[in-house]
């Protein structure tokens, strides 16, 4: 009988495309549903390895990617709020939780995938209640899943008739690292190892594929996979970087040792299949699910000793922006409030001078276009946020303290203060906005209006350096200073809004760099006006 090998073609690309979209919808459908805390839940459950698999295991289930759950991880590294060690434990725990997506597939119910598509469908069509519509994303994901995988299947089934194929299943059966490098290339291209096991599972339930040869397929996935996360880490911090590498060398170790048994592996599956009367399908869940738990479990002891070998081949002193407060100790908060408002106010200080370097980064990303200015600004205006909310619950938690009246002021100061700084970043952030703006529609300011732009940027950094220097030491002159300063802050704008209605009158300017031009002073004029808050406290209080 003579192959269709574009329907063959069609029908597999198609199921593909349909399989990796029910895979989207049902996790993001999964995501909503949990609260889109995810970041929040991995930060608070990480507090040693073993905790880090557990939270790895069920974000990656909410996910359904374990890519997705290790550029997560390699965030929250570069931001400061996770340890490697920690890390590498959410890794090993990614790693199991994607094993679900193979287990869901192995149930026989692709009959009804098209049902389950339509009631999804009909749940987002219908309802706007979001609960009910995040239920509805996920329920058409998870029937888009089994439709994509039978579309995969009617395509693939002609391959069993194949002799090229069944010359390489044999091949990959005699060579395992063969089956390995197919597994991984796939898994590269596809961007997903659901999607390369659920081929797998496609080729065994047509009898395509003997179980042999798609253990190594299998392990190759894993590999393949985590070049996401070795993606997501270029231009991250180093320690982000090592994040990303333990990914790849534990999924290597692991692949290594079980192709060193593969037979004794073999043997244990089959077993195993025929103790349960597992389906092929099933058999290739249990078979990746087995490897990757045996894996973790190997490997787990080890944790510290992956550590000390990524930072050796990733060497260096790393720099990270660290979003956890330093000095908010708690055990102050009831046996000592005095030496608990003057850590807040450590921590204050610490908020200001990341504000102050963000705004520096800032002035950078304007005049160089270096999207690792941008990048670090934005990171530290995350931080920013982040201090926010801490240090005011830290000093919520003060507020009902017998203190002193002086000692009241300075924790209203304090709140006041962390208000203050938190709005300067989202001040700088705004400015970010208009000139990624500026970038992508090719918006020029002329060559006088970047040195007007550079003067006003450097007075508003020098007035906001000097307002936090006024609040650490209690310093009057300098809160005086930033008065002075903030003045000429505003007189400069004025002068700058009357230069740049010249330009455009004259037609050296365009009225959409104009906008731009304007907005940054504007952004700058309203950062000055947050320093004054804060030399005023410094003024009152004395």
């Known amino acids: 009988m003579e192959l269709d090998f574009q329907s063959m073609l069609f ?66 590294v570069n931001a400061g709020f996770m340890t490697l060690r920690q890390a590498i434990g959410v890794i090993m725990g990614a790693n199991i939780g994607t094993t679900m997506t193979a287990f869901i597939i192995g149930f026989d119910i692709q009959e009804y995938g098209l049902p389950i598509l339509a009631i999804g469908a009909l749940m987002l069509f219908f309802f706007k209640k979001e609960k009910l519509m995040n239920v509805g994303i996920t329920i058409f994901g998870f029937g888009s899943l089994f439709f994509g995988l039978k579309l995969m299947g009617t395509g693939l089934k002609p391959l069993s008739t194949l002799d090229a194929f069944h010359d390489l299943t044999i091949s990959m059966s005699n060579h395992p690292i063969l089956g390995v490098l197919v597994g991984t290339v796939l898994t590269m291209i596809v961007q997903s190892s659901s999607a390369t096991i659920g081929i797998l599972q496609g080729l065994m339930m047509e009898g395509a594929i ?43 170790i692991g692949a290594v040792i079980i192709l060193t048994f593969l037979g004794a592996y073999t043997n244990l599956i089959e077993y195993i299949q025929g103790l349960l009367g597992l389906n092929p399908a099933m058999t290739i869940a249990f078979s990746h699910g087995i490897y990757n738990l045996l894996n973790t479990i190997i490997q787990f002891p080890f944790i510290g000793f992956l550590a000390f070998l990524v ?20 055990i102050f908060l009831k046996q000592s409030p005095s030496i608990a408002l003057d850590q807040a ?60 009246e002086v000692e009241r002021h300075s924790h209203s100061a304090l709140i006041n203060a962390v208000r203050d700084i938190e709005r300067i970043g989202d001040h700088y952030e705004n400015i970010i906005e208009l000139v990624n703006y ?81 907005d940054i002073i504007s952004n700058l004029e309203r950062m000055g006006d947050h320093a004054v808050n804060l030399a005023d406290e410094v003024l009152e209080k004395k």
């Open 11 to 76: 029908e597999f690309i198609g199921g593909l495309g349909i399989f990796l979209l029910g895979i989207k919808y049902m996790g993001d459908g999964l995501q909503k549903i949990a609260g889109e805390r995810l970041q929040y839940f991995l930060d608070k459950m990480t507090s040693n390895p073993f905790m880090g698999v557990l939270a790895g295991i069920i974000v990656t289930i909410l996910l359904q990617t374990s890519s997705g759950t290790t550029v997560l991880t390699v965030g929250l």
């Open 210 to 252: 003997q179980l042999q040869a798609a253990l190594p397929v299998l392990f190759g996935d894993n590999i393949g996979t985590t070049i996401t996360a070795v993606i997501a880490s270029i231009g991250t911090s180093i320690a982000a970087r090592r994040a990303a590498l333990t990914h790849v060398v534990f999924n290597l």
């Open 311 to 330: 930072t050796k081949l990733i060497p260096g002193e790393d720099v990270v922006v660290k979003y956890k407060p330093q000095h908010l100790d708690p």
């Open 345 to 404: 106010k450590l921590e204050v200080i610490r908020m200001g001078e990341y504000a102050i370097k963000g705004m520096t980064e800032t002035s950078m990303y304007m005049n160089t276009n270096n999207q690792k200015h941008s990048e670090m600004a934005m990171q530290i205006e995350g931080a920013l946020n982040n201090l926010d909310h801490e240090i005011t619950d830290y000093l919520v938690e003060l507020s009902g303290s017998n203190f002193t």
């Open 438 to 518: 500026k970038q992508s529609n090719k918006v020029d300011i002329t060559e006088q209006g970047m040195i007007d732009l550079n003067e006003m940027f450097d007075l508003t950094i020098s007035t906001v350096k000097e307002a936090i220097r006024a609040i650490e030491n209690n310093d009057r002159e300098a809160a005086l200073s930033v008065i002075q300063k903030e003045n000429a802050i505003d007189k400069m704008e004025r002068n700058l809004r009357k230069k740049h209605i010249i330009r455009l009158n004259e037609g050296a300017c365009t009225g959409t760099a104009g906008i731009v031009f304007a």
